[in-house]
């Protein structure tokens, strides 16, 4: 079965501009979670999205958002770039949760910005 | 304090050498714990799940959980330079039925060398 795409895979913005990156779950799989991972912070819980309903979220500032589809797709936005927002952004999906059942990750979205 | 301290490293080694990984955390409420196995320029993958305590084994590697001293290990035997990879333990409670977030170490940089 296919898994689990996220799009694009390497993007370069300004700051101050905004992005917006997607993810496509495996289907049947209603959760999906985002990660910033950085060399130095690691991998850094963003939010949880089930059924269309944040259901858990990182600590985080404001610019950083998401939303989830009926069909259980997946975006987050970054407004307002910083130059701290450089890292690689992955997704997870799971049938019901990441620690309940296990999450597979796609290969991820490397922002740079500049 | 950290969740979940796990070093860094980088560890390297070379091939046929047992290996071990090693996390521990503070919360003691923590019940499933996985290690995850992340190649460069990839997403994470589940490698091992276990719940509460004990031994796991699955070819060669064996996954350890020690809850009273709250220290978890992966032990990979007779190591191949493929093993090669970045190790990510992580954890989750077992109190919130589907909805279990999971804590993450910031991984151990592993290389095998021929």
């Given amino acids: 079965k296919a898994g689990v795409t996220q799009t694009p895979r390497y993007l370069i913005k300004t700051r101050g501009q905004q992005v917006t990156l997607s993810c496509s779950p495996i289907s049947g799989h209603r959760s999906v979670s985002w990660y910033q991972q950085t060399p130095g912070q690691g991998l850094q819980f963003l939010f949880e999205y089930f059924s269309e309903t944040q259901r858990n979220k990182g600590n985080f500032p404001g610019r950083f958002s998401g939303r989830q589809f009926s069909n259980s797709r997946s975006e987050m936005n970054v407004s307002t770039l910083e130059l701290g927002d450089s890292a690689l952004y992955l997704c997870a999906s799971s049938r019901t949760s990441p620690g309940n059942t296990e999450a597979f990750f796609g290969q991820g979205t490397r922002l740079t910005v500049v | ?114």
């Fill in chain 2, 1 to 114: 304090q950290k969740e979940v301290e796990q070093d860094p490293g980088p560890l390297s080694v070379p091939e046929g050498a047992i290996v071990s990984l090693n996390c521990t955390y503070s919360n003691s409420a923590f019940q499933y714990f996985m290690w995850y196995r992340q190649y460069s320029r990839k997403g994470p993958e589940l490698l091992m799940y276990t719940y509460s305590s004990g031994n796991k084994e699955d070819g060669r590697f064996t996954a350890q959980v020690d809850k009273s001293s709250k220290y978890i290990s992966l032990f990979i035997r007779d190591s191949q330079p493929s093993d090669s990879a970045t190790y990510l333990c992580a954890m989750s409670f077992s109190n919130a039925g589907n909805n279990r977030k999971l804590i993450w170490g910031l991984g151990t940089s592993l290389a095998v060398n021929p």
